[in-house]
């Protein structure tokens, strides 16, 4: 008999990834399905693969595999699809609902439209602004410091970089006209910058007004994506620290449009978008 295992295909504003509840099915190696279920000729397609799992210290755990397989730390968007998946399947009657994942425990609270889960609200929790911790190569002798606006030479070109974690490291640039961006040859250059010792996501940004911004991305393991929830709150708190927009901005992604708030009491980063069920279907291992 043929193995085979169920699967949810979701996507926030986008960004779209095979879901596979732990609860009832069993993966015994995530990382080569996520490159077998993301291909997008012979697979299901999707930027990766998410295994929803019982967790000992929240009310779920996740784990998030990217289109290479290699295991990231968080999904902004892909969180939020979690929390609509647990409530639609009835895995759990919460409105609120705390995902453990590799960068610590995320508070997702579920908005509703028509009695239907439409979105979330997430808290990320804090940005990590310290380069040793992002993790970004840091010359300079006080290591604390935050990398904001350094200059970089990437290809040949000299960018102003701010590096932000938001449990995943990324790396913020503000430039004019990122429409035109070559991003299937600039991209790479970024991600595997021997700054970034773990390889880094990279925002292009451009700004609107001090309350909206324009945005291109480029995952880590995954390549340019329509959306990128940790990337769009990254780019929230780069332009915060730049003083290039309010602590509120409405992020457009080619996806769609995230909401995200720079909470100056609780320096939290609270980040609001969609999430939406594609399909589901069988696949054969």
């Known amino acids: 008999m043929t193995a085979a295992v169920h699967f949810t295909k979701m996507q926030g504003i986008g960004n779209d990834y095979v879901y596979i509840n732990g609860f009832e099915e069993r993966v015994e190696n995530p990382g080569e399905l996520a490159r077998r279920v993301s291909d997008r000729h012979f697979g299901v397609g999707s930027d990766g693969l998410v295994l929803i799992l019982p967790s000992g210290t929240a009310d779920v755990r996740m784990r998030m595999f990217n289109a290479d397989g290699s295991e990231a730390e968080m999904c902004g968007n892909a969180i939020r699809c979690v929390g ?71 290809a040949g070109t000299t960018y102003a970089v701010t590096a932000v974690s938001m449990g995943n490291p990324h790396a913020v640039v503000f430039l004019e006209g990122i429409d035109a961006l070559n991003l299937p040859e600039l991209g790479p250059q970024f991600e595997h910058h021997p700054l970034f010792p773990q390889r880094t996501n990279t925002e292009f940004v451009e700004v609107a007004s001090s309350t909206a911004i324009r945005m291109r991305v480029w995952e880590r393991g995954a390549g340019e994506t329509l959306a990128c929830g940790t990337g769009a709150c990254a780019a929230a708190v780069a332009c915060v620290l730049n003083g290039r927009t309010s602590r509120q901005v409405a992020v457009q992604l080619r996806g769609g449009v995230l909401k995200v708030h720079w909470d100056e009491a609780s320096n939290h980063v609270y980040m609001t978008g969609g999430a939406e069920t594609v399909f589901t279907g069988t696949y054969f291992l």
């Open 84 to 154: 609509k998946y647990v409530h639609d399947h009835g895995i759990l009657a919460k409105d609120v609902i705390r995902v453990e994942t590799r960068a610590g425990e995320k508070v997702v609270r579920l908005l509703f439209e028509g009695g239907e889960v439409c979105g979330a609200t997430v808290d990320m929790g804090e940005p990590e602004l310290n380069p040793a911790r992002i993790p970004v190569t840091d010359e300079r002798p006080d290591g604390s410091q935050r990398f904001v606006a350094r200059p970089v030479e990437v």
